[in-house]
């Protein structure tokens, strides 16, 4: 489980949780290290994003051939 106020980077420092990350077209809540820029998201809510994107392609589609 993630910790919300921080958690350990691969380069060993502490990443601190930063609203306003931006992920695709999603502005969401993440974990940026300022040591080496590495940036953590909940997987949760990245899963649910790429859920919506396939869903919004499959709309396009069905759209197209309409
Ligand atoms: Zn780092």
Redesign the pocket.
């Given at each position: 489980m993630i910790k919300s106020k921080g958690m350990r980077?691969?380069?060993?420092?502490i990443?601190k949780y930063t609203k306003n990350l931006k992920f695709n077209n999603f502005t969401l809540g993440g974990w940026k290290?300022?040591?080496?820029?590495?940036i953590y998201y909940n997987t949760k809510i990245i899963e649910k994003i790429l859920l919506l994107n396939r869903l919004k392609k499959t709309k396009d589609y069905l759209t197209l051939i309409q």
């Open positions: 980077c691969v380069c060993g420092k990443a290290c300022k040591s080496c820029s590495e």
